[in-house]
């Protein structure tokens, strides 16, 4: 028992840094710093020039905004139907924000799920609940994307895609462009890798739950990862525990966690496309083909390189998209998508943080 105190007390110390404005200010800095790069490196006074400000771009502008919240919404809905609407409104508000917040300081999406079960904890809601509703948001948000990113090569051409064709990236001042000639070997095998994980969390959570979970303990007890091993038990545990409370779910309540999910990730990939048909071309824009760099561009951000994936998404979008936009403007229209789907969300952190734990701590 002393020792599972420990490892909460632990545990709530490493949340509690995360939710530091050290780390906050730690995050802002680095992402605006090398957007700042990009754009000195790259920017054209005279590509900038040509840019009309109309009402149509202060709607799409807005709009992209709307559709951060929607997403909002989306996580909010889907957290109070897993945990059978025992979180208020409100409660379910503050949750999703401090758990995106998490997401945003962390150097990968997975580091989000511990803080969640942080987050629910404090918000009364029993251990395995928690742990539950952790599992199977993590699950919901990989399984679909593990769905949509094949879907998205098979509607989009591969050149189309990961823009083989896109002579700004040779032309271009800015750093590791030409990694992005390669960037179709780099997606499938992330994917690759991507797809195991998920695999074997549907595994664990829908066939043979202790056998995942005896998997992970022998697994993680070769030498290179056995610093990792009390982390792998705890995820078995929670698995095994997911996995028993799943049983018996109806198609209902299936069909709304995969929908609330599924408008989440569309208002998402949908930002992009609204920042870039904000400044040009909205009729000749291809808007599928935006949503396919976007997954192209999400799945790079999932490689744990910086917190948030801070200058990594922003290199990204401008490699990818520089020939749908403008080569000396692409990092100012990738800084806009950030500002848009990544700053608000830190924004939010520092505004919440006190007033979520002034409220869970004076009970």
């Known amino acids: 028992m002393q020792k599972h105190h420990n490892s909460d007390s632990d545990s709530e110390k490493s949340i509690n840094k995360q939710f530091s404005y050290r780390n906050i200010i730690g995050v802002l800095a680095l992402s605006f710093l090398l957007s700042g790069y990009l754009i000195y490196v790259s920017f054209d006074i005279d590509s900038f020039r040509l840019i009309t400000w109309t009402t149509s771009s202060l709607f799409l502008i807005v709009l992209a905004y709307l559709l951060l919240g929607v997403r909002h919404l989306a996580y909010m809905y889907r957290i109070r139907h897993i945990t059978g609407n025992v979180l208020s409104w409100r409660q379910s508000f503050e949750v999703i924000t401090l758990w995106l917040f998490s997401s945003a300081v962390t150097p990968s999406t997975v580091g989000g799920a511990a803080v969640a079960v942080y987050l629910l904890k404090k918000e009364k809601i029993s251990v395995g609940k928690s742990a539950t509703t952790s599992m199977l948001t993590v699950f919901l948000d990989q399984a679909l994307f593990a769905i949509l990113a094949p879907l998205f090569t098979l509607l989009v051409s591969r050149h189309a895609m990961f823009a083989k064709d896109a002579g700004c990236r040779s032309q271009s001042d800015l750093p590791l462009m030409r990694v992005f000639h390669d960037i179709e070997i780099i997606y499938y095998f992330a994917y690759v890798f991507y797809l195991i994980l998920v695999l074997g969390l549907a595994y664990g959570l829908f066939v043979n739950a202790g056998a995942f979970k005896s998997f992970l303990s022998s697994f993680f007890r070769l030498p290179f990862l056995r610093r990792w091993r009390d982390d792998a038990i705890q995820t078995g545990e929670d698995i095994l525990e997911t996995s028993l409370e799943l049983k018996g779910k109806s198609p209902v309540f299936w069909l709304k966690a995969f929908g609330s999910t599924f408008v989440a990730w569309m208002a998402l990939f949908f930002i992009s496309l609204c920042i870039i048909a904000a400044f040009f071309n909205a009729d000749n ?40 936009t403008s080569p000396g403007l692409v990092p100012i229209m990738a800084l806009m998508w950030r500002m848009v789907s990544f700053y608000p969300y830190l924004l939010m952190g520092l505004i919440f943080i006190p007033r979520w734990m002034g409220r869970v701590y004076r009970r």
Do not use: K, Y
């Open 285 to 324: 824009l291809q808007w599928l083909v935006v949503m396919a760099r976007q997954a192209v561009i999400w799945m790079i951000t999932l490689i744990p390189a910086t917190p948030g994936g801070a200058g990594v998404a922003e290199i990204s979008f401008s490699a990818l998209m520089c020939d749908l």
